[in-house]
């Protein structure tokens, strides 16, 4: 006996094992169940296109978010979590609030509520967002989905200006803007502008026939138009007509007009009404009748007109040819036997045929000093005359700034020296390049450095200062010089050709009155220019201000590169 209830009590304990096996069994599958409910959850959570926020129930804190809110509020998802949704969400109360969570809690869902996100860069992006409570590790949870909507934002916010123009422009335009129902010959919509033109007021003209503004042959032309209208073909080609027309103003006057119409049609392209532009003409017809009067007499007058031209562009072409004969008379007559001259007395100094004496040597050297005036003076007078004509062509150099100003320089030293002038020369540090011709820019240095000496007495001083001036983007050379200076009155003489200031030093060494006029248009050739300050006896300062230009190759991070 005792065997047997063993046995039925062992019985009974393995039964209730399986029964708890099979409990935890159906544990199990329930727990796996919710747990690929949950990697499914978040593989959609976070595979959405839409930004997905989940926010506590109580408070609103973020306690995840997928990588398109991330992309939408450009912050990362740590920076969210934590944050509340209405730090994002711009909401503009805090009743509104109050009342989108009432409705939330109430329904389970709030569908397409119109929120304004705040980015990262506190820019506004506009969202259609749908709010549901999801239960979340048995945790309830508020679940936002946003989709981007700042595009259609955006056109909705273009379209209301543009209909806001077009209101302005409507109301505020000369020509009057109208549509028409032809059915019963009224107006459907006129522009406040038909006060101005008619005299009639927006409701008086709403209250009339359009027959009324149209003199009895306008009236015909009308009706001959929309017969035409009528009888064609609306698809074969858009129905615009340009008419001009004479009508009645409220007080009975007439004026002509041009009008722009459009057809207007029904579902069944029946033609129900128009759409058009009136602008008033009288003046422009009064202008062609008036126009129409002078062509009356207007071939004699060209007829004369014309032989006065063609005689004075005879004599245009004979003076034009005239310096072009002067041109090359100057370069082959004159300066060409001179540098014969200068080559033949620099090899006589050089003793090619034999040494000469001193007093040889001394006269040599003022043939030299004094022909190379004259080629200066020819050179001069040369340069301007191919300014003067648009056949000077600037070269483009690219040369070290330092390097031109040194040379220029260099030229009056001598002289400089001999009249016991003391100079200076202040340049930027460095090697810096520009593009311009460089053989011109040395040409307009030395001669404001040449002037500068030239009027300066025994004793004074004269100097050079480059600066460069990257803001701008320009180069000024600056020439000064200590000597008796320029009266404001004659300031603006200087740079005009053949012309010198007054004073016991205008012939020191001579010269034809171009050495400034000729720096004036050559800066100008460069897109620069040249300007003096000067008193009388307080010595002058003549700044050339020149682009500075670099060469292609020249990179933003190297600007001022030293040329090769």
Request: proline share 4%; hydrophobic share 40%.
């Amino acid at each position: 006996m005792d065997e047997q209830a063993n046995e039925a009590e062992l019985r009974a304990e393995i039964a209730a094992l399986r029964r708890r096996c099979d409990a935890l069994a159906a544990e199990v599958a329930a727990l796996q169940t919710q747990v690929d409910k949950q990697e499914k959850f978040h593989q959609l959570f976070h595979a959405n296109p839409d930004s997905i926020l989940i926010t506590e129930l109580e408070d609103g804190r973020i306690v995840d978010a997928n990588e398109a809110a991330e992309r939408l509020t450009r912050y990362g998802r740590n920076e969210l979590i934590g944050r509340t949704i209405f730090e994002v969400s711009l909401r503009s109360s805090q009743e509104e609030r109050a009342a989108w969570l009432q409705r939330l809690l109430s329904e389970g869902i709030v569908r397409d509520t119109d929120c304004v996100f705040t980015a990262r860069d506190n820019s506004p992006v506009y969202v259609k967002a749908t709010s549901q409570i999801i239960d979340l590790n048995g945790q309830p949870r508020i679940m936002t989905i946003a989709r981007d909507d700042t595009p259609t934002q955006n056109l909705a916010r273009a379209l209301s200006v543009s209909e806001e123009r077009y209101r302005l422009l409507a109301e505020n335009i000369t020509d009057v803007i109208w549509m028409m129902d032809l059915r019963t010959g009224r107006f459907t919509y006129i522009s406040p502008s038909v006060e101005k033109l008619y005299g009639y007021t927006v409701d008086e003209a709403m209250a009339i026939l359009f027959t009324d503004l149209l003199t009895d042959d306008a009236l015909a032309v009308v009706a001959a138009t929309i017969a035409e209208v009528e009888e064609s073909n609306p698809g074969a080609a858009p129905l615009h007509r340009r008419l001009e027309l004479e009508q009645v103003r409220k007080d009975g006057s007439h004026f002509w007009s041009e009008v722009m119409v459009s057809a207007l049609y029904d579902e069944s392209i029946a033609l129900v009404g128009a759409l058009g532009i009136t602008r008033d003409t009288s003046e422009r017809r009064a202008q062609e009748d008036a126009l129409r009067e002078l062509n009356a007499t207007l071939d004699q007058r060209v007829r004369e007109r014309t032989q006065q031209l063609e005689r004075a562009y005879a004599e245009l072409e004979r003076a034009a040819r005239a310096k072009d004969e002067f041109l090359a008379t100057m370069s082959h007559e004159l300066r060409t036997p001179l540098v014969g001259v200068l080559n033949m007395a620099e090899a006589l100094q050089t003793g090619v045929y034999g040494m000469p004496s001193d007093g040889m040597r001394r006269g040599l050297h003022t043939i030299e000093h004094s022909g190379r005036l004259l080629l200066k003076l020819i050179n001069e007078i040369l340069d301007y005359s191919r300014i003067e004509l648009g056949r000077l062509e600037l070269a483009e150099d690219y040369f070290s700034i330092q390097e031109v100003a040194r040379a220029a320089f260099q030229t009056v030293r001598e002289n400089a020296t001999e009249q016991r002038i003391d100079t200076e020369l202040v340049l930027p540090p460095g090697s810096v390049g520009m593009v311009a011709d460089y053989r011109r820019v040395q040409q307009m240095l030395t001669n404001l450095l040449h002037n500068a000496v030239k009027f300066t007495p025994e004793g004074g001083k004269v100097g050079l200062e480059v600066v460069v001036d990257p803001v701008q983007e320009m180069v000024r050379f600056t020439v000064w010089d200590t000597g008796i200076g320029i009266a404001a009155a004659e300031q603006e003489r200087i740079f005009a050709p053949f012309v010198q200031v007054e004073s016991q030093f205008d012939r020191r060494y001579g010269g034809a009155g171009l050495g400034l006029a000729l720096v004036q248009r050559l800066a100008a050739l460069h897109g620069g220019s040249v300007s003096v300050t000067s008193q009388p006896d307080a010595g002058s300062r003549f700044v050339l201000a020149l682009p500075w230009r670099q060469p292609a190759a020249a990179t933003p991070e190297n600007p001022a590169a030293t040329p090769d």
